[in-house]
């Protein structure tokens, strides 16, 4: 009997464990948040992601990037070196379903946080806006989606509103920008700067805007919470106002301008083509010019001259290019390295690809 009675009382001590279990799982699902996949959380996000292009006076393609709807009356929030371009004269926002719409002039920046707030032209119509979350909240290990635009206008099949995933790896100080940061694993490539980077709910808590190139998903991204006092009411300015320097700036700007030879890899877009690359560059009152050594292609040296402006701290965009051979190279210099893109061509032939250099 008494064998019995301890064999009944374990198991009555079993079964109210298992009981209390399931009771606090239970509890514990119900009070917590559920996350959407990963197909539900891209067929609503990627109609309110645009890659923005660049124009000069003449509707030459300068630059493209990245942003994304936070406003229903058309206010687009991407990076400031995104918009900060030289000769920049007007702009665009492609959507993922064909449409665009110009821009019509930048309501805010802050160029120390990388940051610029957009405002389409499109009077009487009603966007489809991304909600914003709290990145004051984000855990290191929470799942993430970016969503952009890498490559577009370079890759030979259309990369507009690209979706990856991955989690934030880490929470960083970023020196330059006296800012935190978000490491992340979710893949992102240059044209990606400005792209939205959202949780499960799918709120934004982050705008992409960096990579690592020696490394393996070592990409970043600018909290939310930088933005918010960006988004104003306030007047559109030119976007020619953004880049017109102010009368300091060349004088201040020279002593950290990216001057020197970095070496690297260049690799096609279109080919089965790559090679190594160096460059060395000087900088004079925001006029560039550069030589050039290549391996790996038609192409075996140039001389390039073209624009250089600082769009940031120890962040510099560059413009260059050279009639014989006829290439054009664009990028950004951030730190000690060399992010960019090439476009080549002769005759019907037509090569556009990657730089990825750093100072020797």
Do not use: C
């Amino acid at each position: 009997m008494r064998l019995q009675t301890n064999r009944y009382l374990y198991r009555t001590a079993l079964v109210t464990a298992i009981t209390v279990a399931l009771m606090n799982a239970i509890t514990s699902a119900a009070q917590s948040p559920v996350g959407k996949d990963i197909p539900t959380l891209a067929r609503e996000t990627r109609p309110s992601v645009v890659r923005l292009v660049l124009r000069d006076q003449n509707g030459r393609e300068l630059a493209s990037g990245s942003g994304f709807l936070v406003g229903g009356d058309g206010k687009i929030v991407t990076n400031y070196h995104v918009v900060h371009v030289s000769g920049t004269a007007q702009a665009e926002a492609r959507f993922a379903d064909g449409a665009s719409y110009q821009i019509l002039g930048v309501i805010a920046t802050d160029p120390d946080k990388d940051l610029a707030v957009l405002k389409l032209q499109a009077k009487g119509r009603d966007f489809q806006a991304l909600p914003l979350g709290d990145s004051d909240h984000v855990q290191i290990g929470e799942h993430v989606l970016a969503i952009g635009s890498p490559l577009a206008g370079i890759s030979p099949v259309s990369t507009e509103a690209t979706v990856s995933d991955g989690i934030i790896s880490g929470i960083r100080d970023w020196p330059e920008h006296q800012m935190k940061v978000f490491q992340m694993t979710a893949p992102i490539s240059p044209g990606s700067s400005g792209g939205a980077l959202v949780n499960s709910s799918g709120e934004v808590v982050g705008v992409t805007f960096a990579q690592l190139v020696d490394g393996q998903n070592l990409n970043f991204a600018i909290p939310i919470a930088y933005v918010r006092s960006l988004l104003t009411d306030g007047p559109a300015r030119s976007l020619t106002t953004v880049n017109s320097p102010t009368p300091d700036d060349h004088s201040r700007a020279e002593e950290k301008a990216p001057t020197g030879s970095y070496t690297g890899v260049w690799q096609s877009g279109r080919f089965a083509a790559s090679g190594a690359a160096q460059l060395t560059i000087k900088i004079v009152e925001g006029s560039a010019n550069a030589e050039i050594f290549l391996t790996g292609g038609e192409v075996t040296s140039a001389n390039l001259n073209g624009t250089a402006h600082k769009t940031g701290e120890n962040i510099w965009t560059i413009e260059l290019s050279s009639k014989k051979p006829r290439l054009a190279v664009r990028g950004i210099f951030r730190g000690n390295s060399f992010v960019g893109d090439y476009t080549y061509s002769r005759f019907l032939l037509v090569d556009r690809g990657q730089w990825v250099l750093r100072k020797e």
